[in-house]
């Protein structure tokens, strides 16, 4: 296999990419003394911000002042919502544009959350521009704070299709070398610091089926602990075979998060589970997690790149090997191309102190 082809991996033009960059800052009571009270300290803050990025040309900005995991996917119409954990903002690049601020009045959160959503078209392409501009607001913004605290800047992308799109009569797809976010921002002279934390990796949602259910599941005392246990099997079987040995597995209803085990540590919460990878190891580490007496309506697979995934290229070949184990455990799971969706979501994200 030639040198291009081997790091490109083709992506189907169907796919769906978005981009956001959240800058978090910790608050404390000496913050919040230097304000009349809690709501003219959000009030005052997001109307700075929001004036920030009106100047800026910042077209989908939000204020986040209620100790929330803001959550961005791409979707046709625009909506937002929150739960116990998380903050959920569905919206399309190419269209949708918002201002708006998420607090309670009578709430003292201990972080505001400042929330920039890339809009238009050609988010890839014009990604360095765009943290570019996020990134001078929000120099521009601390500032202006009456107290210096600490600012992290976290860049999240995101490039979403169906793995099963060329059978639906999607023929025409484009070949990405899928390079780090430094290395590209450095070809468009966009400075990220020395000292940055970097993760890839890719997650893939598998519908738990009825149809799939009673392939899978014949005999067991718990309910659908064999469902679980025959498809993390195949899963891994799949992906090992693949040389991709950074695994989870998670159906028990949470929404994985994938962290580095050098920076966070594991956690879990009602709706949000934590899983940290070290990426520097070559050692296996899989994770699994699910409910025997609960059939969940998806499964999350994730496969997460290692310093060793990175070529000189980029993760083009990651890619490759991620498609061809999905593939052939879709294969196993006896999915129907025509008619069955196996979402994949390729994730690059990049964090550093302003």
């Known amino acids: 296999m030639a040198i291009s082809t081997q790091h490109k991996v083709y992506i189907p033009d169907t796919a769906k990419d978005n981009q956001y960059i ?37 077209k989908n900005v939000h204020f986040i002042a209620n100790d929330k995991l803001p959550v961005v996917r791409f979707h046709t119409e625009a909506f937002s919502f929150q739960t116990a954990d998380q903050m959920l903002f569905f919206y399309n690049p190419a ?27 050609e988010i890839r392409n014009q990604a360095a521009a765009f943290h570019r501009t996020v990134k001078a607001v929000l120099q521009e913004f601390k500032a202006r704070l009456p107290v210096a605290v600490p600012l992290k800047i976290r860049d999240h992308q995101h490039l979403s299709y169906d793995l099963f799109a060329r059978a639906k009569g999607c023929d025409s797809s484009f070949g990405y070398k899928l390079r780090s976010i430094s290395n590209r921002y450095m070809a468009r002279d966009v400075e990220i610091p020395a000292i940055h934390q970097a993760m890839t990796y890719a997650a893939a949602t598998v519908p738990l089926s009825r149809k799939l259910a ?3 599941q014949h005999n067991s005392s718990a309910p659908f602990t064999e469902l679980y246990q025959q498809l993390e099997q195949r899963f891994i079987s799949a992906a090992t075979a693949h040389h991709l040995t950074r ?40 994770f699994s997690h699910w409910l025997p007496d609960q059939r969940m309506e998806t499964a999350h697979l994730l496969l997460v790149a290692g310093q060793d995934d990175q070529t000189e290229f980029g993760y083009g070949r990651f890619m490759n090997q991620v498609e061809q184990a999905l593939k052939a455990l879709a294969q196993q799971l006896e999915m129907d191309p025509a008619k069955d969706d196996l979402i994949v979501r390729f994730h690059q994200h990049i964090s550093y102190q302003l």
């Open 95 to 121: 269209y949708h544009e918002a201002q708006h601020s998420h607090f309670d009045p009578n709430y003292r959160a201990r972080k505001i959350s400042l929330l920039c959503l890339a809009t238009g078209s």
């Open 214 to 216: 009673q392939q899978l």
């Open 247 to 286: 695994l989870a597995l998670v159906a028990d209803g949470s929404t994985p998060l994938v962290r580095s085990s050098q920076i966070e540590k594991p956690k879990r919460s009602q709706e949000l589970h934590m899983l940290s990878f070290d990426l520097t190891s070559d050692k296996a580490q899989v």
């Open 22 to 58: 959240l800058a978090e800052l910790q608050l404390s009571e000496g913050f919040f003394a230097s304000y009349a009270d809690t709501y003219s300290c959000y009030q005052q803050l997001s109307q700075q911000f929001f004036q920030l990025c009106e100047l800026a040309g910042l």
